[in-house]
Each structure stands twice: as structure tokens, then as C-alpha cells.
């Protein structure tokens, strides 16, 4: 049993691949009704643990769209936090993929958890991604780290069209350092 093979069974499942996931999945949610969740726990944790000994780009790359497919419950993400011994390099991997749900989860991450670079990430990442929802969750994380950078940031998003943008951009700029 592997990642893959799993991976495999949820995309087969779902009658999507990895590179439609983004423009089809919708609003999401409807992946929690996956029956083969405990299967692919199984697989994400011993895909970690072999992170943990060597650092394989394949595996960490199935790893991301576990992330992805797995942003309702958030059990991918909590292994990786506790288990994944050196974050940095596949917190990368996850901010430069194509997958916008593992991204979101990277910024998440890079809020709660000490890793390497982390500023520098998040601002990537608010500067950067296309995404609304990343944007704003990374601009969310990054006022945990840097209150001050973050308000810098969030008053250029204060008159964005996107009124969920506005509101977290108006609630960092508010608050005091």
C-alpha cells in the first residue's frame, strides 16, 4: 500500500487527476465523503516517515495532494506538523505547486510553526499567489508573525473587490501590534 496507490484510488473515486482538482472540485466539502480516508492517513503518515529518513521529491509531490485533497479535516496538515521532523522543504514544494488547498494549508503551517524563512515565505505567498483564499490566509499568518509587515500588506487590500479581503484586511490594519 502506498501514497500513490491511494492517491490513485481518491482521483479514480472523484473522476478527477491532480491538474483538474483546482477548476472542478467546486466548493469543496464533498471530498470528506471519500470511504478510503483511513487508507490514505495510513500511507500520508509513512510517506512522513520516510521524508523523515530521506527527502524524495515524488513522494513529498504526492504529499502535497494529500494536503490538498485532505482541507476540510485538516489530518493531513496536524501529521505533518507533528511528524515531519524538517518542514522547509516541503512547506517549498507545497507553496509552488499548483494546488491552491495545499498552499492555503502551507500558510496555515508557516503561521503556527517554527520554520526557516517563514516571513519571507508568507510574503511570497501574499504577493505572489493568484488566489484569493491563499492571499488571505497567508496574510492572516503572516500577522502572526509580523503584525507590523502584515498591516503594510493589508492596506493595499482594503479596497479589493473581494469583501472577505477587505473584512481580514481591515481587522490586521485595526489591530494593534
Known amino acids: 500500500m502506498s501514497l500513490e496507490t491511494e492517491l490513485a484510488k481518491f482521483w479514480n473515486w472523484a473522476n478527477m487527476t491532480p491538474e483538474t482538482y483546482n477548476e472542478e472540485r467546486g466548493l469543496g466539502e464533498w471530498e470528506i465523503e471519500y470511504p478510503g480516508w483511513e487508507e490514505l492517513y495510513k500511507t500520508a503518515d509513512e510517506a512522513l ?3 523523515n529518513k530521506e ?4 513522494l513529498a509531490q504526492q504529499l502535497v495532494y494529500a494536503l490538498a485533497i485532505d482541507n476540510e479535516s485538516g489530518t493531513v496538515l496536524q501529521a505533518i506538523v507533528d511528524k515531519l521532523e524538517s518542514k522547509l522543504r516541503f512547506v517549498k514544494k507545497a507553496i ?3 494546488q491552491s488547498q495545499a498552499r492555503w494549508q502551507a500558510a496555515e503551517l508557516l503561521g503556527n510553526t517554527e520554520v526557516e524563512d517563514r516571513e519571507k515565505l508568507l510574503v511570497n ?7 484569493k483564499y491563499v492571499i488571505r490566509r497567508a496574510l492572516m499568518s503572516l500577522d502572526k ?4 509587515k502584515a498591516a503594510e500588506f493589508a492596506k493595499g487590500f482594503l479596497k479589493d473587490p473581494d469583501p472577505f479581503m477587505k473584512l481580514v484586511s481591515k481587522q490586521i490594519v485595526k489591530k494593534k501590534a
Do not use: I
Request: no cysteine; net charge negative; proline share 0%.
Open 96 to 98: 509552488n505547486s499548483d
Open 49 to 51: 516517515e520516510q521524508l
Open 55 to 58: 527527502f524524495n521529491h515524488d
Open 125 to 131: 505567498l501574499v504577493t505572489r499567489d493568484k488566489d
Open 145 to 148: 508573525v509580523n503584525h507590523t
